[in-house]
């Protein structure tokens, strides 16, 4: 019988944490490894990945032989620390350590735990060696297996060091406040016998997209998926039925994301010749009652080296997430961003960083329609089951940091496979795919969102897109940007009718104009920022005890465009002055600069620039002041490289106001500088 050195104590979850754990950060020596990627001695430092749901995932790190009778890793820990506990997370066959020793000053090892490995009860544990009365002040650790006696691989996923010995047990990462409530298989509609997966729900809520798995083929190899769709009627999902072509072909065929108006869908692969590749991403959008022939939009440098990959186009077709292995990556599958360079080309995909990626499997990128919280799919950060779903937020304005990721909690995540999250705009549901027991191999589930996991709140901006000459429907481009910052957020084209839909955050002030073939856009404001003091209030005038929710909101903005034509005059908005004085404010670059770049590619246009205020003060002091606003434009004009003989600048003060002075809203309309080309 072995001498008892030390004090084991088998972990099962059912302690709190009080004790400071240092993770192991450096692999000094070992025996082998499974490869040098997937189970990889790297994958042995940090904290723990796989608790408490354990499991032999890639994030783990295991010998190259399931028989050896001696395999060995040597660990450093960032300090160095008189050590009273080692804690040894092993995720899937424990069992197998036979000695743990630790080194002295001298690097001499010490024995500190000794025993018989025989294989244990529970597919994982946590080993805590506890050592109550140890002196050595140490940073390094030897552990010992003897997988001949307890046949298979065992499993690593971390190692730990304390200088006391209080209990420990992993927690996984929860929001606050968070109610649990019960998920809602879809039901034979939308589930079969086979893999149904991959939802996507349109912005209005109303149309889903997913994929189905054919596993019955004639040469018992094919298993390509084909694109269903299915639509909510009187609160209830029609029967799904096959998209059909040129959207589902030979291949597997998915979407991977839908514009706001759900009249462009993202596909994932290129659609070369009748056919399609997994590499890169195509779009259709709707002509009638079809979908067009998905056009190829290229990604820069793209090289994957992984058999799956998923993507994602932001609403606001500015970014593409993407879900892959790469050279760079940190694991199996990293998380992924590029950026759109122009209309059909990705800028080269670069790696989110470790705040998100492991070394295990992270896979189905979705971006809420607020641009900043992100849900994934992870088997490397801790959880409940085989893979589950988590979200994170971008701390500033850059795709480099994010906050720590969220596990989304029962029932989004269960014992299982859980993954392939869609929301809505208005965020009151989302859809996951699950193997949890349901109809099929994978089913689709409905479930409510709850506040503490969804993103921040949105407003749906729709309307229609007319020629104000003769009223008609336009085909154009509705672009919109942040006023503070002059940039554009991204854009969409109208559909059938020229209607368009966009999804805005609030608590922004946007410009928002549409660009049509020989029409000119105005550019209109829309000012978020009192919905989120709405938001405030109402929550504020909410009792303690009641749930908070959230004000929903859609709003119409109709875009009226004048053709570029002689004699027709366009108001400049969102030009901004220094009260009751002609000096330009930076805000107003963004809105000049457009006629300046009309002005250059049209070198044969002679415009007249015209002020006007309200009919406030003297009428003298505002004449003048309506002629220096005008020339304060046309000098921003002439600054910019238009020949002075090009510009005209006139001030007509009060004389001409487009509606009644007697409100505040109206004097404002009536505040306005214009132009109209005199000549072509």
Not at 49 to 75: D, H, M, R
Not at 206 to 218: A, Q, V
Not at 559 to 577: D, G, S, V, Y
Request: overall charge positive.
């Amino acid at each position: 019988m072995h001498k008892s050195i030390f004090i084991v104590l088998l972990i099962f979850f059912s302690y709190t944490s009080n004790a400071d754990i240092y993770w192991a950060n450096k692999v000094v020596d070992f025996s082998s490894q499974k490869s040098d990627l997937n189970w990889c001695v790297n994958n042995i430092l940090g904290k723990p990945n796989l608790f408490p749901q354990g499991g032999k995932c890639v994030s783990a790190w295991t010998s190259k032989g399931a028989k050896s009778k001696s395999e060995y890793i040597v660990i450093e820990f960032p300090n160095k620390i008189e050590i009273k506990q080692i804690l040894v997370f092993e995720s899937y066959n424990p069992g197998a350590i036979s000695t743990i020793q630790i080194y002295d000053g001298n690097d001499k090892a010490q024995i500190v735990y000794n025993t018989i490995p025989s294989p244990y009860k529970k597919s994982k544990r946590i080993l805590s060696i506890k050592l109550p009365n140890n002196k050595i002040v140490s940073n390094k650790v030897k552990i010992v297996l003897k997988n001949d006696v307890v046949w298979g691989h065992n499993y690593i996923d971390a190692v730990g060091i304390a200088d006391d010995d209080k209990d420990y047990s992993p927690k996984i990462n929860l929001p606050d406040n968070l109610e649990f409530k019960s998920s809602r298989n879809m039901g034979s509609n939308i589930n079969t016998e086979r893999s149904d997966r991959y939802p996507i729900v349109s912005a209005d809520g109303k149309t889903l997209f997913f994929t189905r798995t054919h596993y019955i083929s004639t040469n018992g190899k094919n298993k390509n998926t084909d694109i269903y769709v299915s639509y909510l009627k009187n609160n209830v999902w029609t029967i799904a039925k096959n998209i059909g072509k040129p959207l589902n072909n030979d291949k597997s065929n998915y979407v991977i994301s839908t514009s706001p108006d759900g009249n462009t869908v993202y596909l994932a692969g290129n659609y070369i010749k009748g056919s399609s590749n997994n590499k890169g991403i195509s779009y259709s959008y709707k002509k009638g009652k079809s979908w067009t022939y998905p056009q190829r939009m290229l990604i820069k440098n793209f090289e994957y080296t992984g058999k799956f990959i998923e993507y994602f186009v932001s609403a606001n077709r500015n970014i593409l997430l993407i879900a892959s292995k790469h050279k760079d990556s940190h694991g199996n599958k990293d998380l992924y961003y590029s950026t759109l360079l122009n209309d059909s080309v990705w800028s080269e995909p670069i790696n989110l960083g470790t705040d998100l990626n492991t070394t295990g499997i992270e896979s189905y990128p979705y971006l809420a329609s607020d641009n900043k919280t992100l849900y994934f799919t992870s088997d490397g950060h801790p959880g409940y089951g085989e893979a589950d779903i988590y979200f994170s937020k971008r701390i500033d304005t850059t795709w480099n940091n994010w906050t720590t990721p969220i596990n989304l909690g029962i029932p989004f995540n269960s014992l299982g496979w859980d993954g392939g999250i869609s929301i809505p705009y208005k965020a009151n549901k989302a859809y996951i795919v699950s193997n949890r027991s349901g109809l099929g191999r994978e089913d689709i589930f409905e479930i409510d969102l709850e506040n503490a996991i969804s993103p921040e709140d949105s407003i749906l901006l729709f309307g229609e897109v007319k020629s104000e000459l003769d009223n008609k429907d336009l085909f154009a481009e509705v672009i919109y940007s942040d006023l503070s910052t002059g940039k554009n957020i991204g854009s969409v084209f109208t559909s059938n009718g020229g209607k368009y839909e966009i999804i805005l955050n609030r608590g922004h002030k946007y410009s928002i104009r549409a660009e049509s073939s020989g029409h000119y856009g105005i550019n209109e404001t829309i000012d978020l920022r009192m919905y989120e003091q709405q938001q405030k209030l109402f929550l504020g005038n909410q009792s303690k005890n009641e749930k908070p929710n959230k004000i929903s909101s859609e709003i119409r903005k109709d875009l009226n465009l004048k053709p570029i034509k002689e004699n027709i005059t366009f108001r400049i908005n969102n030009i901004f002055f220094e009260t009751g004085k002609a000096e330009l404010l930076n805000e107003s670059s963004f809105e000049l600069n457009r006629i300046l770049s009309l002005l250059q590619e049209n070198e044969n246009f002679i415009i007249e620039i015209t002020g006007h205020t309200d009919n406030v003060g003297h009428p003298q002091k505002n004449l003048i002041l309506s002629i220096n606003r005008a020339n304060a434009v046309k000098e921003y004009f002439v600054n910019g490289g238009i020949q002075n003989n090009r510009i005209i600048a006139k001030g007509l003060g009060p004389e001409k106001p487009i509606v009644s002075n007697e409100s505040k809203n109206g004097r404002a309309l009536n505040r306005r500088v214009e132009f109209r080309i005199i000549e072509m």
